[in-house]
């Protein structure tokens, strides 16, 4: 068999190979939930369509776009918190995403009650707004080719004695923005299940993990929290002007 | 609401609904009968057609409106045919809260004779009152009459195709009457155009609103709710559709509006095998027209029709000369004018509104905004114009130039009244103002263009963006790639290119600062391929050269080692260095006996035979052996 012949064949299986995964992904039964949900959500059946959304959770997939619409299905079946709930996980997969900013601010300026203003710095408040435009796998990959240019760097200045001084000035400056970074990854990752969203119109928030203690705060449908410890069925939760108590753990929604 | 007990007895769980009506409708009844007095009852007596002919039947309907407690009365004779008693026939209606009842006594005439008969007029004593009926003529025919099956019906049921009924076999059972609310209007006058469709016993649906085709009238769309009722006509009861909007004549002269034609289905029944009941006629399945009992029965089919009404001659009068006023821009109707200005009290430069409303009744399409007498003293914008159901809201902005004006000139309005055949002229005093002196700078200010005065905010709607179509690529949750091995690999991978570029770098440059490195590192190689040649010599049996290879290589090796001269090692320097250096004693006397066999073979060369030079090639490696793994 001739050279040429081998490659004919070789790409043609190439081919084939990429055309049937492509379909395989195409008609997998995720895409299938999805696009069913988006039929009956257009038909006005939003139980119906939050059930074929759903079924991709259980199947233990997501993405960012499946979550923007389960939160508008809650927002359109008047369910504000899990609305926000689901948008807020949306906001961690698409942070980017002018449809889902929008929909994410509209439905924050219907929670109820006065809005709290966090009790943070500055510059901690320009940060965590960098931070919120990237994703956990976006700010992995990001370290990581920071990380690169560190090395990068490094090794013209080592190659390239004349710009040896400006080399590694520039990896140190790459080099702050990469400890920057890692900080921000790491206190995302912390993050993760430590945040909660409020899904009952009215939550209690008490001194002690008990019916009859005191209310110290009420929390609106829709309002997010921070989780900080839990007890039996409580948890104690801060707000973001740094007021914590306690709550009844069927009141929220942990992300 | 009838009461079809047949149908009710057939289907009990499907009707179930309207059977509750219907008992919910006989106790309103009986709550309300107790109400009725004989003042308030009304008889009248229709007929289902006035033509017929000798073996077929029609229906007379007997009908008491305001109760429901009067008993079948006993009807005289009736010239030329014979009477029979079907049954009563009950209604309630709730109509904005207002209760009407009525019972129908259904009777079946038989004509016994041809020939034009009058039925009635019957008078019957209710309540100690007598009622008196219209009287209905009835023309008995010898053939069979157009109105008992008036279209050609499919005679079998294999005639799926729907057929193309003429209407002229139903024109007194379906037909449509075009009317106008002035036959003489003037040219622009607004005038009531009504379509009203008869329906007598037939079962019609999908009624499309009438088109009337003409240039010379501009009609206005039908409005979308058109009123039902029924109505009488020459004796015989109608199911009416009426339909209104409005026109006027676009210009002067005699013209003919219409035919106005109506699409609609006609539902007939199929000729089936089932027995006629008394109720099972038209005149019920005209109330029971849908889809449903297709469904349920297949036994009726559809047929498209379209209604003509006759045309009806308009003629359009032209507005007269005489009278005419100046600043008449043709408005036609009945009209009033309310004027406004806000505010009365500005600087010179400010602006005021000036509201003119024109209400009433006619053509608001040729109402032009009222006339200031003058525009003296003032910069005029051009109004702004809104238009209402019944009235026409002029707003102009008036800019006084300065502040000497003091009034709002006479405004005027003239129009045409069709009602009075007249002109007239409305008139709006002069309205007092109070104008002030500004800053010349404010004045520069106020006159800018129109176009660039800011318009109010735009107040936009808000609501959530729509889904997203497509899904994306999917991904196990809670899984990151900074939990990847792959990942850690990558970055791992990176940082071992990145030691092994810097050490050759580092190996590199020592290579070029260190000379003494840079020999020791290069004795090695060359000295590896300094044996390879000197084997190739010794299998060659090539002694002189070999010797002389020999001796090159193990002086330039040493050399290299210790950062000598080539030419400056002999046995002695080596001894030296080999003090220095902690030399083994056999090596050393190896590298001795090289060097004095080399000076030897030089002389006498044939001395040494081939074993004698594999010893020396072996005591070669073995020194070169010996210094690369002492690093010495």
Redesign the interface.
Known sequence: MKFKDSCNIFIFFTVFLLVSLKTALANNP??NA??RG?VY??QGNFDEAIKQYNS??DA???????Y??LG?CF??KGELGRAILNYEKARRLIPMDK?LE??YE??CSLIKGESVSSKRSLLLRVLNGVFDKFT??GL??FL?VL??LI?IS??FG??FRNFKKHAFIVAIVIGLFFVLGTIG?KGK?SLLNKEAVVIAKIAEVRFEPMDNATTYFTLYEGMKVRIIASKDNWYKVRRRDGKSGWVQNDSIAIF | MFEDYSYLALYPRKYKKIIQNILLFCFVFFIFSFNCYASDIQLEVTVDRNKVSLGEAIQLNVTFHGTQNISPPNLDKIEGFDSRYLGPSTMVSIVNGVVTSSITHVYTLIPLKTGTFTIGPFSINVQGRTLTSKPITVEVLSTPSTGQRPYSLPQTQEEAQPKKIDTQDLSDRIFLILSVGKRKPYLNEIVPLTVKLYVNRLAVRDIQFPVIETNDFSIEKFTENPKQYREELGGVSYDVIEFNTDMFALKPGEFNLGPAKIKCNLVVRRQTQRRRSPFDDDFFSGFFNDDIFDDFFGRYEIYPLELKSAELPITVLSLPQEGKPDGFDGALGDFQLEVEATPLQVKAGDPITLKMIVKGDGNFDSVKPPRLESLEGFKVYEPQVKQEKDKKIFEQVLIPESEKVDHIPQIKFCFFNSRTGQYQVLTHNPIPISVSRIEEAQTKLIELPQAQVKPAPEELG????????????????GS???QSLG?WL??IL??IV?IT??VI?LRQDRLINDERYARRLKASSRAKKAIKEIERLLQQDKTEAFFNAVFKTIREYLADRFHLPAGGITAATILDIAKEKDINNEVLDKIKNIFADCDMARYAPAKFNQEQLKIIFQNLKEVIDYMEKQKI
């Open positions: 995720e895409t999805y696009q988006n959500y257009e991709i959770l233990g997939f997501e993405n960012g776009n499946l923007y619409n508008n927002f359109k449809d929008s929909n509209y439905a956990i796998d992995t990959i990581s990380y690169i090395l490094i090794l080592i190659f990854l990752v | 808000r609501d959530i963006i729509y889904l997203k179509s497509s899904p994306g690529k999917f991904k196990r949750i990151y790639l900074y990942f990558l970055q990176s940082f990145f570029l810097i770098r």
